[in-house]
């Protein structure tokens, strides 16, 4: 689990970098869900969301970010070699402005309709989707068909198969937990309709949405790479959040 840690997060922990620790990635996802889902219980909806979103942002060094942001400077280049040039472009491009700027929006704005009803659904949709987000992040390379050269080469070979599934069961688990548990707990603080099913059908979401994302993504570059995985995350987590508002 260390090695996934090192991967997803900035927690200093010690590895050797030999090993992925694909399995865990539900794991760690769901901790990070549990970190970032603290101030939308503390604060008003809006501001809670956008806070639990930062939250996230500074534990993952904003890592996933920017390879959504490089992933749409290269989607937006007219050609393959100047789309590999502004992929490896520390500067973020217009495109990686508009798609940060889309994303979190979505993100922000479907946390704060969750939250405005219930801030304890909001937390418990966080949770389950910050789980399967990065659990689908293994998933990627086997539905991508091509792996370029780098880090998400690097990746694949470090990721099997069974790696995959224990990840995806444990976020989906993780997802029905959350669900459970908050169903539980809003039948003493005044239930809302559909929420018990908001989390793991946010999961599902999350896991359908970026598995698509990643097949996709593949086919327009020419290969899945490590800013993909990164762009395959935070679409996944959007439409995860998405569909949970829709659903509660």
Do not use: K, N, Y
């Amino acid at each position: 689990m260390t090695a996934a840690l090192a991967l997803l997060t900035r927690i200093p922990v010690r590895t050797d970098g030999s090993r992925a620790g694909a399995w865990a990635f539900g794991l760690v996802g769901a901790v990070l869900g549990l970190a970032a889902a603290a101030p939308l219980l503390l604060f008003a909806p809006l501001p809670g969301s956008v806070l639990a979103l930062a939250v996230l942002a500074v534990a993952s060094g904003a890592l996933h970010l920017d390879g959504l942001a490089d992933t749409a400077d290269a989607l937006a280049a007219p050609t393959a070699d100047a789309a590999e040039r502004a992929r490896q472009d520390p500067r973020v491009g217009p495109a990686g402005v508009v798609a940060i700027v889309l994303v979190l929006g979505i993100d922000a704005a479907a946390l704060a309709m969750l939250a405005d009803p219930s801030p304890g659904l909001a937390a418990a949709t966080l949770v389950a989707v910050a789980a399967a987000s990065r659990a689908v992040a293994t998933v990627a390379p086997f539905v991508a068909g091509s792996v370029r050269p780098g880090f998400g080469r690097w990746f694949a070979e470090r990721t099997s198969p069974r790696d995959a599934v224990v990840a995806v069961v444990s976020a989906v688990a993780i997802a029905v937990a959350a669900g459970l548990s908050f169903g539980i707990l809003a039948q003493t603080a005044g239930p809302v309709a559909g929420a018990t099913f908001a989390p793991p059908a946010a999961a599902g979401v999350a896991l359908l949405a970026g598995t698509a994302a990643a097949a996709i993504l593949s086919r327009l570059r020419g290969g899945l790479d490590g800013d993909g995985c990164g762009a395959v995350i935070e679409l996944s987590l959007a439409a995860g959040l998405l569909a949970a508002s829709v659903v509660a």
